[in-house]
């Protein structure tokens, strides 16, 4: 599903020049859960940048759905990204001025699905994700919890292949944090793909392989058995 | 998309109070400006257009050349000149004569008014579409003894407008028989008129029109369809030479559509002004404070724009597309804009008064035509396109990635575009200040202008009906009141002569010389009546019969005649011979826009006004008497008077609109400045308040940080000012050429300028950057 080889991401100012990816080479399958993760400013949020289409490589290959992305534009990233890519970020990243209702409709809108099409599949994730009582509220009426299950809602409302989440847990207090763990962990049963960037241990072992880097580059990849998450 | 576009704008304008408010006031004002100045500009258009021949219609006017290089340009032409041109060139199809404008005395049973209207030829009507709903048209300006009266007019004397055949009294002398009935003239017509009169009724007391070297009415032509511009016809251009006496002037042909707005003749050409130039003046005017409104929206929307970048940065993973986001952002500045709009509809229904009042305009908002809400959101969505593009394609043009890393930061392009943008709004404040302020200085040099007469407590009154007659009695009458000082008359205005010839010789004088001096025939006590010096000399006395030949002459005249001793000359005027018994110190004969005139005084009983100076403290009591002696002796009259001063005024009166609606424009475009400097000032407080803290820690006082964040903004005013003072120096020096008396242009009022806006400036940003300065160290870390 996504095969990057020798992927290289290098920020250049006017006078310092910084590696953040080196040569990294990852191949995640459909319906795996990938946790990566790593000490700050070791590279993995690029990495998930990157995978994610937000941003391109500066070498290397990146073989997204079959697709070599790695030299698309813009434009052509957004479409792949529209319609196959869900995110969960650590700070949600609402819309303060729309409500849960809104903010989970958004990507349809970008997709163009059809008004009566939008409020059953909205209300259906919402249902799911048990924010339907919530449906009227502006983000900062919700708790931590409360809004990141609307960003998950968000981020599956497209029913994406795959789904990336940054620190998903990082905002939230352990109780919380467990609920959105376990509902990717759901997601993931479901078929889709998650790859998931933390500094948790523990959430990271929710997933089926830890993926480790230091220095922009991937040092160890571990599997981890099923009975290990649950 | 639609919905959930809107329900984004409306709720950041609900969460951004201040920022909307600020917008929303700026735009508003903008947009009732521009709405205002174009509404009345389209009025200025409309004038004179309802002809359906309108571009085969001309005025013609005549240019005079003479000796000393004046050319003077003038719509009066001989009285012979319409008929000949009929006959004579066939490309002139139809020609009128049209008198000035004319106040008549009309009365029906007990109904007693004066009202104004014109002498015309029977072209008149065939010429200029003027409707006559009932009667005869055209055919009854063919021989006296009928007229022609407007639908008003006929409500008015008889309550209804089935009046044809019908006889009304005219200047308590004679009947005349009501012929037709017109519509009501429309507002945008340079022919004001309620009744027409055959110019034959006007023929019979005015001999001059039979004379070829007399000018003194005006003359309009309509050319057949095949005909070329009557400019273009070289010998017609020459006609006046071949058919009259005036082998110094030709003729000139003015299309109908510049007659209202292109009036502004010198050295016998166009010179691209008259009405126009005001049209010009505000037009630029309306695109300044519409500009400096949405200048307020862009910058802003680019300062805040780190506010949005998550928004953006949400969207644009959601799928959004960076023309998504621009079709967005410019949806959210014309939402604004639309509800500005609304609120400047209901401001300019609400300023149309006192506008039409000032303007003497006739404009109002017609919701039932198509063209005034075309024009309204036309101007409210330009404004809002206007205002929005730049936002929409800075905000949009953030990648999601900047986003996210928070890289989102404005480079230093939007930094500086935003400080150009601040001093262009500056630049044109201050411009608006010079000009409002050279404006209001010239306009009181003029008041306070020596006229050479005094204007104060002087009066002036028609005289009609039967006072020509009994004039020595009344003028004894009113001095002896004890409010009256002296009495005199003439047969024009002080302010505005209306005779003038060139036929006139003096000792010594070069045959080729022809030179155009102003006459005007006074009464006795002119000279202590108008207020004016006699420099040597006497002046006209009952007591030498030889003066109703005699002249009095100006300075200015005895100075272009090159007599040293002008008094004791003898000289002929129009073939009369006399002396020159005295010079009088030179007196305003028009307005201070025309060089000082040559002018001759002469005692001749051609009495049109009487002149009154009062020496009273009780005006109105005066007034009271002086009314009480002429209804004695003129009872089927009116009562009617002018006050000098206050008529003079009225010859700057375009000057004076001018300066009421620049002063008011200048403060405008002052406060939405200020609004939007505020809104900048109150945002970049906000971003700086980490940085404030820090300095506030690391020792700096409350003084030296209102500096630093005032400094940046006054450093843009000043540059505003920089570019502004040049080019108002240029354009107002322009303006005040146009005077023959003006202020000069004086160093420090620009230095007033730029203390002014500077001073403005700074009183708007002092509360933000003073409550900022102010805030506690801790809770600026903290906040961070």
Known sequence: ?????????????????????????????????????????????????????IDNP???????????????????????????????????????????????????????????????????????MNMMHRRNHFPQQLSGGQQQRVAVARAIVNNPKIILADEPTGNLDS???????????????????????????????????????????????????????? | MLRNYLLTSLRNLYKNKLYTIVNLLGLTIGLSCVMLISLWILEQYSFDNFHPNGDRIYRVLENQYYSDGFVLTTSATPGQLAASLKTNWPEIALSSRVTWGDEKLFKVDNKVFKEKGYHADPDFLRIFNFPVIAGEGADALEEPGKILITTKMAEKYFGHTDVVGQMIRVDNEREVQIAGVMADVPDNTSFKFDFLLPLKDYEKNNDWLKNWNSNGIRTFLMTTPQSPNLNEIPDLKEYLKTVSDQDNADLLFQGLADMYLRYDYKDGKYQGGGRITYIRLFAIIALFIILIACINFMNLSTARASTRTKEVGIRRVSGATRGMLIRQFLGESLLLSIFAGVFAVVLVQLSLPAFNELFDAHIYLDFSKVGVWSLLLGITLLAGFLAGSY???FLSRFQPIEIFNKLGKQGKGANWFRKGLVVTQFAIATFLIVGTMVIYLQMNHIRHQNLGFQKENFIYMPVNGTLWDKY???????????????????????????????????????????????????????????????????????????????????ERAAEMMGLQQAVGERITVQGDEGQIIGMVKNFRTNSLHVEQEPVILMHRPWKNFIFARLNTDDTQQTLGQIEKILATHNPAYPFEFSFVDKEYEKLYRTEARVGTLSRLFAILSIFISCLGLFGLATFTAQ????????????????????????????????????????????VMHDWLERFVSHIELSWWIFIMAAVLSISIALLTISLQTIRAASINPVKALRYE
């Open chain 1, 1 to 53: 599903m996504i095969r990057i080889e020798k992927l290289k991401k290098v920020y250049r100012t006017e006078d310092v020049e910084t590696t953040a990816l080196n040569e990294v080479d990852i191949t995640i399958n459909q319906g795996e859960f990938v946790s990566i993760m790593g000490p700050s400013g070791c590279g993995k949020s690029t990495l998930l940048n990157i995978l994610g289409l």
């Open chain 1, 58 to 128: 500066s070498g290397g290959a990146y073989h997204f759905l079959d697709h070599e992305v790695s030299k698309y534009s813009e434009r052509q990233r957004s479409m792949l990204r529209k319609n196959n890519i869900g995110f969960i970020f650590q700070s949600f990243n609402l819309i303060d001025e729309l409500t849960v209702f809104e903010n989970v409709e958004l990507p349809l809108i970008y997709t163009k699905v059809s008004s009566r099409d939008r409020k059953t599949r909205v209300e259906e994730v919402l249902e799911r």
């Open chain 1, 175 to 230: 109780a919380n944090g467990n609920d959105v763990m376990k509902t990717l962990v759901h997601l993931n049963d479901e078929g889709a793909t998650i790859i998931m960037v933390t500094h948790s241990q523990f959430c990271a072992e929710f997933g089926n392989r830890i993926i480790r880097m230091l220095d922009g580059q991937v040092v160890t990849e571990n599997l981890l058995s099923k009975a290990a998450r649950l």
């Open chain 2, 391 to 393: 936002p929409a394609f």
């Open chain 2, 472 to 554: 020595d009695l009344v003028k004894t009458e009113l001095t002896n009141l004890p409010g009256v000082q002296s009495v005199s008359a003439s047969n024009g205005l002080i302010y505005q002569w209306g005779n003038n010839t060139s036929s006139v010789s003096w000792p010594g004088k070069d045959p080729e010389a022809s030179i155009l001096f102003q006459t005007i025939p006074v009464e006795l006590d002119f000279m202590e009546t108008i207020g004016a010096d006699l420099v040597d000399g006497r002046d006209f006395s009952a007591a030498f019969p030889a003066d109703s030949t005699n002249f009095i002459v100006n």
């Open chain 2, 687 to 730: 971003q700086r308040t980490k940085e404030i803290g820090i300095r506030k820690v690391m020792g700096a006082s409350i003084s030296q940080l209102s500096t630093l964040l005032s400094g940046e903004f006054l450093k843009l005013v000043i540059v505003g000012f920089v570019i502004a003072a040049p080019v108002a120096w240029l």
